[in-house]
């Protein structure tokens, strides 16, 4: 069974257990109770004014879109089969996505989040979590990962491994960074903090003590290899 919905209720439980898709988005959802929904793949409830989903319960949910609504938690522990999670512009604090072993795409940006644990990458394709407070990043171990977009944080920390497939890294804003390896002049999109600035006037250079380098700077005198 899948459910489009228009205009509906303000919160509720759905206790359709024959529920494969619900499509919710823009409506004026407070709460939503999707516990009782076992076959439940799919839900989108973007842009309502939600501060509370529950999916507890939903084993078999693949796709679940909450993004642009109030939440300042979820728990997605029983969403072994989660492929996607988009909970982007919310104010969650903490993130622990330790069971979601398919994880292929997370958009998690704007919130709050101080936390950020992703353990399964083998899978992941994309990361967006620009724009919290998390302080450290392990994207090790992720083969098929394209895009990682990780502005505007407190990162003192990103762990990262060559990767052929990585065409989008934006990572200014942070206070992290290293000399730049030879396989990251195929990411396309490098968007980053230069660890040395060259005053145009041939000034001494400014060492801003994190940021990214080429081999050979500063005594090479430009930001390139």
């Not at 793949?41 to 078999?60: H, I, M, R, W």
């Not at 994190?210 to 090479?220: L, N, Q, T």
Request: aromatic share 10%.
């Amino acid at each position: 069974m899948t459910l489009n919905a228009g205009p509906i209720f303000r919160s509720g439980r759905t206790g359709c257990k024959a529920l494969v898709s619900i499509r919710a988005s823009k409506n004026e959802l407070t709460e939503i109770d999707l516990s009782d929904c076992p076959l439940l793949q799919e839900a989108y409830f973007t842009s309502n004014p939600l501060t509370k989903v529950n999916v507890d319960g939903s084993v078999s949910l693949r796709k679940l879109h909450v993004g642009y609504n109030y939440l300042t938690d979820i728990s997605v522990g029983w969403c072994t089969t989660l492929t996607e999670l988009y909970c982007q512009y919310n104010n969650i604090s903490a993130l622990d996505l330790s069971r979601c072993v398919e994880l292929q795409l997370l958009h998690c940006a704007v919130n709050n989040l101080g936390s950020l644990v992703i353990p399964h990458r083998r899978k992941l394709h994309g990361v967006w979590c620009y724009e919290n407070r998390i302080k450290s990043l392990d994207l090790t171990g992720a083969p098929f990962i394209s895009v990682i977009s990780c502005f505007n944080n407190n990162l003192e920390s990103l762990a990262l491994e060559e990767c052929g497939r990585l065409g989008i890294f934006w990572c200014f804003g942070n206070r992290i960074g290293d000399e730049i390896p030879l396989w990251m002049d195929k990411v396309s999109q490098f968007e980053h903090d230069a660890r040395y600035e060259y005053p145009a006037d041939g000034s001494q250079v400014i060492d801003h003590g994190y940021g990214w380098w080429y081999p050979g700077e500063p005594a090479s005198g430009r930001h390139a290899r």
